[in-house]
């Protein structure tokens, strides 16, 4: 491998891990490859989420025009309340079980179980909920500028 790569891919993977904790990242250029192992995520709370569910950032600041790509850690039993996204989402199971539903009412009843590999995509102003079995990490990717609205403003844990 060659030095510049090297230290291309170095340098990529030290400002991931540094804006992680700020919760953006530089959106991968292109520029070598961008190599790491999940533990070299870091972990952080999800304003719009609340307790019980944690977010990795891997690439890109999520209130930009451009890709993203972020891991989201749930806990068992942590319930997703129906809500809207502004893009595309783009959802791959990687532990756990996400139980993932179309519609406007929590309705656990209605989900599909997702296990691992399990995939979803949804359209832009789709309602959508969803809940995990047993701890459940999920990764999302797409192009921002990304967001979630709730359907009932009183599941925002930012209100």
Do not use: C
């Not at 944690?54 to 749930?74: D, K, Q, V």
């Not at 921002?144 to 359907?151: A, E, K, L, Q």
């Amino acid at each position: 491998m060659k030095l510049h790569t090297i230290l291309t891919v170095s340098s990529l993977l030290l400002a991931v891990t540094l804006s992680a904790g700020a919760l953006h990242a530089s959106p991968y250029q292109g520029d070598g490859h961008l190599l790491g192992t999940p533990e070299d995520l870091s972990w952080g709370p999800v304003g719009s989420m609340g307790e019980g569910a944690e977010i990795a950032i891997i690439e890109g600041n999520l209130s930009e025009e451009e890709p993203f790509t972020f891991r989201l850690r749930l806990a068992d039993g942590y319930e997703i309340k129906p809500h809207v996204h502004p893009a595309y989402e783009r959802v791959t199971v990687l532990s756990g079980t996400l139980h993932f539903a179309h519609g406007e009412t929590f309705d656990p009843e209605t989900a599909t179980r997702l296990p691992v590999g399990g995939y979803a995509i949804m359209a832009p102003g789709d309602a959508m909920f969803g809940f995990a079995e047993g701890e459940t990490v999920i990764q999302l990717h797409g192009t921002g500028p990304w967001g979630i609205d709730y359907i009932d403003p009183a599941d925002d844990p930012r209100q």
